[in-house]
């Protein structure tokens, strides 16, 4: 990955979109999905720590950073308090919700999501479509949060790791279970920051303080071999790693995680004219562009390598259609305070 890559193109080294597909006989665009009606909060699934909200630097100057993405510049930007989960939410979670209200995802909609290759059993590998010019990704019929790697997987071991294979679109359903809703971005990178200021990571600016790791990405050469260093090769319990400073777990690798604003890269650049400080376009409590193509990922993910996508760090941002589906991105929810 260079930092000259075109903003409008497809990130697929981080999230492949969801694509027209001869061979999976499926179709794009978008398909109605109405979210459970009322809302419901069940035991654990709405735990969250209350935040005060505040002014905070959001962005980067780091020349480090992607800036076609729109990852700069710095911007002062005020918070009023919110509450957010303090992990991403689990298959044990969303499985109560799919029970509770019959949810169907749009990967299961499909009939298909995105999988990596290397953790598809070389048959089922053969048979599957690759994204061009990302092979490592596979289009998988019968993959989805139920079946991570498509058919003959399951999540039966794998309660508390984060559910995948949800779109933007399933996220917020779920959020509207529980009372909830998914961060804006604002409100995400102030949560991941965990009360540092202009850091690299949640936990400071070196990657392994101390030898020691603090998140889930890959570790070895990109895609070919993964050394498994940090002690997992795919998710990892959500739970995994010390907290940042405000007991928020796994907000740097892991899982992308979704917001709720449409994608834009042109928030806060110099000359742009700022008639209201607040709302969508302004600087508190921003929410982001009222329409788009794509919403806004964070995070980074157990794919994320410095060599190929860094954006593992906490300014660091992408993009995905709110119908994709893949195996590394997930959500947590927050709640107005």
């Given at each position: 990955m260079n930092h000259t890559e075109d903003a409008s193109a497809p990130r697929g080294c981080c999230t492949p979109s969801r694509q027209p597909s001869a061979q999976l006989g499926v179709a794009t665009g978008l398909l109605s999905v109405a979210a459970p009606c009322g809302t419901a909060v069940a035991d654990g699934v709405a735990e969250s720590v209350r935040l005060p909200g505040g002014e905070f630097l959001m962005g980067t100057d780091s020349a480090e950073g992607f800036a076609v993405d729109g990852e700069g510049p710095s911007r002062a930007v005020r918070l009023s308090p919110f509450r957010i989960a303090p992990y991403a939410v689990t298959n044990a979670e969303f499985g109560a919700f799919a029970e509770a209200t019959g949810h169907v995802t749009d990967a299961e909609r499909f009939g298909w999501s995105y999988v990596f290759a290397s953790f598809l059993p070389a048959a089922l590998r053969r048979i599957s479509e690759r994204v061009p010019g990302t092979p490592w990704w596979c289009g998988v019929t019968g993959a989805s949060w139920r079946a991570p790697e498509g058919p003959g997987s399951d999540v039966a071991e794998r309660?508390?790791?984060?559910?995948?294979?949800?779109?933007?679109?399933?996220?917020?359903?779920?959020?509207?279970?529980?009372?909830?809703?998914?961060?804006?971005?604002?409100?995400?990178?102030?949560?991941?920051?965990?009360?540092?200021?202009?850091?690299?990571?949640?936990?400071?600016?070196?990657?392994?303080?101390?030898?020691?790791?603090?998140?889930?990405?890959?570790?070895?050469?990109?895609?070919?071999?993964?050394?498994?260093?940090?002690?997992?090769?795919?998710?990892?319990?959500?739970?995994?790693?010390?907290?940042?400073?405000?007991?928020?777990?796994?907000?740097?690798?892991?899982?992308?995680?979704?917001?709720?604003?449409?994608?834009?890269?042109?928030?806060?650049?110099?000359?742009?004219?700022?008639?209201?400080?607040?709302?969508?376009?302004?600087?508190?409590?921003?929410?982001?562009?009222?329409?788009?193509?794509?919403?806004?990922?964070?995070?980074?993910?157990?794919?994320?390598?410095?060599?190929?996508?860094?954006?593992?760090?906490?300014?660091?941002?992408?993009?995905?259609?709110?119908?994709?589906?893949?195996?590394?991105?997930?959500?947590?929810?927050?709640?107005?305070?």
């Open positions: 309660g508390r790791h984060p559910v995948v294979h949800v779109s933007w679109r399933d996220a917020q359903a779920y959020c509207a279970w529980v009372g909830g809703r998914l961060p804006t971005e604002a409100e995400w990178e102030y949560a991941a920051r965990g009360g540092l200021e202009q850091r690299r990571y949640p936990w400071g600016d070196e990657l392994t303080p101390g030898g020691e790791h603090r998140c889930n990405i890959w570790q070895g050469h990109f895609p070919t071999k993964n050394t498994l260093d940090d002690g997992h090769r795919g998710t990892a319990p959500v739970d995994t790693y010390a907290p940042n400073g405000f007991g928020l777990y796994n907000t740097a690798g892991n899982v992308w995680e979704w917001c709720a604003d449409w994608w834009t890269t042109d928030h806060g650049r110099p000359g742009m004219v700022k008639t209201d400080p607040t709302g969508p376009t302004g600087t508190t409590d921003p929410t982001g562009p009222a329409e788009g193509a794509a919403k806004v990922i964070r995070g980074g993910s157990y794919l994320c390598h410095d060599s190929y996508c860094n954006r593992y760090r906490v300014a660091a941002r992408t993009s995905n259609t709110p119908d994709s589906t893949t195996g590394h991105m997930g959500f947590r929810c927050v709640f107005d305070a």
